[in-house]
């Protein structure tokens, strides 16, 4: 059996710790939210300093204050965690993002059902910034069957829509 000495505990913590940081950074970023957008939206509940302290992997984090954070950001546990597959925080996944507020800017009867899609995402999260909306991959597709077209086709529509980020087409591959 092999025994660690404290350094290389160290070493698997700090490891640990700023692939835990990445993952909190992406769950940011991903909403949208610069560290003192954490803060304010918080309500000065989380501090940016801390935020980014927790980000860089130079200070811990309790299991309840990330659950804590979890709760913050709308999304389980499980999704602030490092996953175990090698590099898994390195690559962060493709994000899609629409704009809604260039969506506002579409005919109602083009942009009707994604406008109703992001509303009940939306709603679902408790998520109301009202600048962008993080979706995935599965809701590309949903949104395709729902506007009666391939995904792909669908995606370079709302791209040109200016609602959809033009990295998304990477998300359908």
């Keep these: ?82 996953g175990g597959m090698a590099g898994a925080a390195h690559e962060p996944p493709t994000q899609i993002v629409i704009d809604l507020e260039q969506l506002t800017r579409v005919p109602p009867d083009k942009a009707g059902p994604l406008a109703r899609y992001a509303a009940a995402i939306q709603t679902q999260r408790g998520d109301y910034n009202g600048r962008i909306l993080s979706i995935r991959a599965d809701d590309l597709r949903t949104l395709a069957v729902i506007y009666d077209q391939p995904a792909g086709l669908l995606a370079e529509e709302l791209i040109a829509w200016g609602v959809l980020n033009p990295e998304a087409r990477a998300a359908l591959g």
Excluded: C, N
């Design 1 to 82: 059996m092999t025994t660690l000495g404290h350094e290389g505990q160290d070493a698997m913590a700090t490891d640990y710790a700023r692939a835990l940081g990445g993952r909190l950074r992406a769950i940011r970023q991903q909403q949208g939210l610069s560290l003192q957008g954490v803060e304010e939206k918080s309500g000065g509940r989380w501090k940016a300093v801390v935020i980014g302290s927790y980000e860089r992997g130079d200070r811990a984090v309790t299991v309840a204050k990330l659950a804590e954070l979890a709760e913050f950001y709308g999304v389980p546990v499980a999704e602030l965690l490092p």
